[in-house]
């Protein structure tokens, strides 16, 4: 079943530990993406890399990190140093990289991992 | 700086009535537009985008540069269109920004 897989669905913890949210593609997509979602502030880009073993940081980096060490595999450590950690996050990839003129600007998503911190 | 902006966080209208979804961009260059949908308990997905000029489940949308839009238009709205509406925009750098989202409720 081809597809973006996110785990966990759910994840608890306490303030002041590090998470890390998985994202696993077998879409082939060279581009990989990691937004946060809040109520009435839409999708906000965390970081994204478009070819394995690079990546830029987006809108709201501070506080989370991010690996990109095969194709298939992005993921997203949400670190102590993030200030509001609760949230939706959602990965999402696409099709295209670097100088690829086939990214159509499509992007799969994944059902996304509701980090709560207590 | 490129920026999207959905004025409405929540739109309600009544089923067989139109239904249209603000959306306005900020950008200096020739930018590629797009509407995601997410359905309830279902992932975002894309559901059109300006280049293709396509009409999906009778939603339609046409990008006026003079007034910088990209409003979403259906002329009768039906209850399974409920949904999150975002309006996405795409520069140089490839990466899409999102704009806030209007959730729409389609009343019976």
């Known amino acids: 079943d081809g597809g973006i897989t996110q785990s966990p669905k759910y994840l608890f913890r306490k303030e002041g530990q590090n998470v890390t949210l998985s994202c696993e593609q077998n879409?082939?997509?060279?581009?990989m993406y990691w937004y946060r979602q809040d109520p009435g502030q839409g999708l906000r880009l965390i970081y994204y890399?478009?070819?394995?073993?690079?990546?830029q940081k987006g809108d709201i980096a501070e506080g989370y990190s991010v690996s990109r060490e095969k194709k298939e595999s992005f993921p997203l450590t949400v670190t102590s140093a993030q200030k509001n950690p609760t949230a939706f996050y959602l990965c999402?990839?696409?099709?295209?990289?670097?100088?690829?003129?086939?990214?159509?600007?499509?992007?799969?998503f994944g059902e996304g991992s509701r980090l709560t911190v207590l | 700086a490129q920026r999207v902006t959905q004025p409405e966080k929540l739109l309600s209208v009544f089923k067989g009535a139109p239904v249209e979804l603000k959306c306005n961009y900020s950008y200096s260059g020739s930018p590629e537009l797009f509407w995601y949908v997410q359905y309830s308990r279902q992932r975002l997905q894309l559901l059109l985008r300006?280049?293709s000029r396509e009409s999906i489940k009778g939603f339609t949308a046409d990008l006026n540069k003079g007034e910088t839009s990209f409003h979403l238009k259906k002329p009768f709205a039906q209850e399974e269109d409920s949904a999150m509406y975002y309006c996405?925009?795409?520069?140089?750098?490839?990466?899409?920004?999102f704009g806030s989202g209007t959730q729409l409720t389609v009343l019976p």
């Open positions: 879409l082939n997509h060279d581009a």
């Open positions: 890399s478009q070819i394995v073993n690079d990546f």
């Open positions: 996405a925009f795409q520069g140089s750098a490839r990466q899409l920004t």
């Open positions: 999402a990839s696409t099709s295209g990289g670097y100088g690829q003129l086939t990214n159509t600007g499509e992007l799969f």
């Open positions: 300006h280049i």
